[in-house]
Every structure is written in C-alpha cells, then in structure tokens.
C-alpha cells in the first residue's frame, strides 16, 4: 500500500502514521522525522534544515524531494509506505507525481485528517516526546503512565523546540497557504479520504483501516 497522510501540524499524523505502519507492515516515513535525526547526527542536511524547522517554515523543496526520493528507494520501502509530512506544498505533490511515474508506482490513498486550530494548539503545545525511541505524548490526552518519563524506554521526555506557541502559530500559517491546497489537488484526482481527527487515537485508526479494507487485530 503507498499511502500519504496529509493534516495540520498536531493532527495525529505521526501518532496515526506509526499505528497504520504497524498494522499494514509498511514503513512510515516521515520528514519531520528524518531532518530531526539529521540534526542529531550534526550532518550538513541537519545544519541546513534547523533554521527552518526552528521558525516554522518549510525546508527547500530540491532537499526535501532528494531525501524522500532516496528513502522511498531502500528495499525495506519496496512492498510500501506511509508519508507523514511530505508533500507539504504544490510543487513537491507535482515533483512526487513525477517520481511515481518514472518508477512506475501509484498512490493507494490520501488520508486526511480534519483538526480545527484551536484543538490544535492545544494538542501542539502540550505534546511531550521521547528523545529515546520517538513516541509521543501528551501532557493531558495521552499522558505516560509516570509523568515525564516515556513508558516504552524509560527515557525523560522532551518538548519539541518548534511546540513553543509562536513557532506553532508560524506552523499553522504555513500549512494554511503551503499545505491546504494539496487536499483539492489530491481531490482532483480521486484518492481523498477524510477523517474526524478528534475522535480518540484508536478510533481514529481503525476507521483508516476499515476504509483501506484492512482488518484490525
Ligand atoms: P513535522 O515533524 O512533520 O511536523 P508537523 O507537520 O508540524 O506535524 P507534527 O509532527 O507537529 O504533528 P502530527 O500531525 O505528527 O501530530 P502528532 O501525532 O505528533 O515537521 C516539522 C518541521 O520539519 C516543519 O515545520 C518543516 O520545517 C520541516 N519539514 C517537514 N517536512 C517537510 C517538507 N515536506 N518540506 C519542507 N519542510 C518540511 O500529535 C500531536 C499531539 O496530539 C501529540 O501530543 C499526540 O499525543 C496528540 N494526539 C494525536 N492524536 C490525538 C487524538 N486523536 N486525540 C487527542 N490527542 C491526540
Ligand atoms: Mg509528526
Ligand atoms: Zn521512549
């Protein structure tokens, strides 16, 4: 299945991206993701993509594309994907749609995920995350089980530096203008699927799973 998961920053994409990896055994791929390890491991592309990622605003498109293209191109993303956070703006969904056509692949599904702002900013600015193995939390609608401590590796949790309510503000801004758009360009061409990204998580996923036709376990 080669699916991308198109919503606001905080609408579940990365909560629901993991979930929808695993039940599918697909590899989830996500932007964000990568520029942060990148940044981690201190490599050019990490120096390159802080200034942006810290102000809110959007990585350079030919960085961006390059990197997905070669991610999408590893073995283990052979039998399929799932895209958090990229494309983001028009002209990487065009470029995409070139690259799915030079290597002769074609979307699943486009899975939309309708938050409005105010629940948002909410979610965003109290979201927590595991430095350690990556899961997310929330300070009040998925708090771990010991405050402050991630409940898979026992690693104290973090706040994203780009979760600081006026990065958020930027953030939502920019999805406006860059990333709205996309949902009618993916209209256009008939692989919309909207979902109430309000509902509890696991909701949330098993109706994905029950639209892409999957069983849920
Ligand atoms: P990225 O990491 O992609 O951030 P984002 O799109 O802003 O989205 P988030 O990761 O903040 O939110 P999410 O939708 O994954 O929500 P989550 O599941 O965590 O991008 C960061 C930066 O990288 C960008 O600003 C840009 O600079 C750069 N970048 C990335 N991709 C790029 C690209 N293609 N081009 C250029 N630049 C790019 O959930 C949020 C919170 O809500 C959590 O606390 C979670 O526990 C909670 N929650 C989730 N679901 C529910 C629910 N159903 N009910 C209640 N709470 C919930
Ligand atoms: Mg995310
Ligand atoms: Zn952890």
């Given at each position: ?6 919503g606001?920053?905080g ?10 990896a ?8 996500s932007?964000?993701?990568l520029?942060?390890r990148?940044?981690k491991?201190?490599?050019a ?32 993303a052979?039998?399929g994907y799932?895209?958090?956070?990229f494309?983001?703006?028009l002209?990487?969904a065009?470029h995409f749609?070139?690259f ?6 074609a979307l ?11 629940v948002?900013?909410?979610r965003l600015t109290?979201?927590?995350?595991c430095?350690?193995?990556g899961a997310?939390?929330h300070?009040?609608?998925h708090?771990?089980q010991?405050a402050?401590?991630?409940d ?6 973090v ?8 990065t ?5 801004q920019?999805?406006d203008?860059e990333t ?7 209209r ?5 699927r909207?979902?109430d990204?309000q509902a509890p998580?696991e ?7 029950e639209?892409?036709g999957?069983?849920?376990d």
């Open positions: 299945m080669e699916l991308i998961l198109l606001p920053p609408s579940g994409k990365g909560t629901q991206a993991a979930r929808l695993g039940e599918l055994h697909i590899v989830h791929v932007t964000g993701d520029f942060r990148h940044l491991e201190g490599t592309l990490g120096q390159l993509a802080r200034r942006y990622m810290d102000e809110g605003t959007l990585v350079p498109d030919d960085v961006t594309e390059a990197m997905v293209k070669e991610r999408l191109t590893a073995r283990d052979q039998r799932i895209l958090d956070g494309p983001r703006n002209a990487q065009e749609q070139g799915l056509y030079e290597v002769g692949r699943s599904a486009v899975i939309y995920l309708a938050v409005p702002h105010d948002l900013v909410e109290g979201r927590r995350v430095p350690g193995c997310n939390y300070v009040r609608f708090p771990p010991r402050g401590v991630c898979v590796c026992q690693t104290p949790l706040q994203r530096p780009d979760d600081r309510e006026e958020v503000l930027t953030r939502l920019v999805y203008r709205a758009p996309l949902i009618d360009f993916y256009r061409l008939h692989l919309v909207e979902f990204g998580v909701v949330v996923t098993a109706a994905i799973l639209s892409l999957a069983r849920h």
